[in-house]
DNA sequence: CCCTATGGTGAACGCCGTGTAGTAAATCAA
DNA sequence: TTGATTTACTACACGGCGTTCACCATAGGG
């Protein structure tokens, strides 16, 4: 790596760290070109070297964010031993709140909308983060197959993505379609009350909505049978 | 009714009228003063006598989407008999997420972010539709207690907002305050897949996400002994 | 040592929300 | 009917935004 390439690098670097830190400040809104500049001591139009658009640096910063939350799950689970899948699901859906309420404005990046009508691109390392996640969930579920105590539909393999059906048939051989259905659930599962939560909504409704989430989340874990 | 007070409403109420075609059209952000007035043959200034900040027309705005939204669900639930309990969670958890897929810029309104940093005032009209939804799944709730299978902590009244503890007892004298907490999680386990798939996270995923849904919805009523 | 590719500037364009001063018309009081 | 006042609205200005573009200084490689 040159010395121009170590350069341009550490410069897009120092974008991204001011993106993040006026985003934690002020919310993704809070993500201005300007603003950015401003605190690097440069122009504006300097940026449009490194990041296409506005909405690209946007991308880009979805996939850390997202990364440093799947990151977390990853290694709070990985905490708890494999012989214990339950407590993997808690390690796991605890530590997706905890991240959340920690970094509420890169859960807004993440799962909000950051730009009107955004569509991230295939190839994004949000949308790999984002497979990241969905792998590390099945994987929960795969450890607890098959499941006891949850109503379950006969699917099938086609009722999925291709590019999924072929890593999950891979990684984990004897989860079933139905397995892929579960995982999607629980994800939901897992999903609703930290977004309501986040979003606000049960503001002043709970005083504790930490304990409301552990209920629930360990009601989903046995259902599973375990 | 004074003729003032008419016109009055009737313009204020094509403000609203216009802002949630731009809003249909181009999602939360494309809510812009100017084009709303543009559209209206009027100056954007104009508008400051009928609402006195963008935040404020948004404001209502959420709370006439979040009523739609309600009512909705209402009627669906209202379609079932009283006595199918569990039917009526199911006409309701569909008819909100129909109600979704058919206006996912309104769902974006009243779940996500519309304004950075924006903390809707305590007597704003969405408050007011977020409080009926919560009573709406309440009932729900009271209707299939005691729930059977469902793993559930004891509570204290205290754990909850007091208006709400208020409302509650008053209109489902039988529930318990474990019964505030269960609607929690029902509204986060209705609202969890609804998100993820009106925020594409669902995408390219599952083909069909109402059936994964559907089976969510069904576990959840299996699981309250219904 | 020169040439060029590169990272940067600064001004411009057209958006945006938001104030303020002024105008014309509608309403009300006499 | 006439005069006073309230009200709806315009015109303009300010600062902020993303984005583009012509231009410049300089660091790197031959």
Redesign the interface.
């Known amino acids: 790596m040159s010395r121009r390439e170590r350069l341009r690098a550490q410069t897009s670097d120092e974008i991204k760290a001011i993106a993040l830190k006026l985003m934690a400040e002020?919310?993704?809104?809070?993500i201005s070109l300007r603003a950015i500049a401003r605190e690097m001591g440069m122009t504006a139009g300097a940026i449009y070297s490194y990041f296409a658009t506005r909405d690209d640096l946007v991308t880009t910063l979805i996939g850390d964010v997202y990364t440093s939350l799947v990151e977390a799950a990853e290694a709070a689970r990985d905490a708890v031993s494999e012989s214990d899948a339950g407590g993997r699901i808690m390690a796991w859906a605890q530590a997706v709140r905890e991240w959340a309420l920690a970094n509420p404005e890169g859960f807004?990046l993440i799962?909000?909308?950051p730009?009107?009508?955004y569509?991230?691109p295939e190839d994004s390392p949000g949308i790999a983060a984002?497979v990241r996640a969905?792998a590390g969930i099945t994987g929960l579920v795969a450890a607890a197959w098959p499941v006891a105590?949850?109503?379950?539909?006969d699917?099938d393999w086609?009722?999925?993505?291709a590019g999924?059906v072929a890593h999950t048939r891979e990684e984990f051989p004897d989860l079933p379609p139905a397995g892929?259905?579960l995982t999607?659930?629980v994800?939901?599962?897992?999903?609703?009350?930290v977004?309501?939560e986040i979003?606000?909504?049960?503001r002043?409704?709970?005083?504790?909505?930490a304990?409301?989430y552990r209920?629930?989340m360990?009601?989903l874990i046995?259902?599973l049978g375990l």
Chains 1, 2 share one sequence.
């Open positions: 002020g919310g993704p809104d809070a807004r799962y909000g909308d730009v009107p009508g569509q991230a984002g969905c105590g949850v109503v379950l539909r699917y086609r009722d999925f993505d999924l892929l259905a999607m659930r994800w939901g599962r897992m999903h609703g009350l977004a309501l979003y606000g909504h049960l002043g409704l709970a005083h504790d909505p304990t409301v209920d629930e360990r009601d046995a259902s």
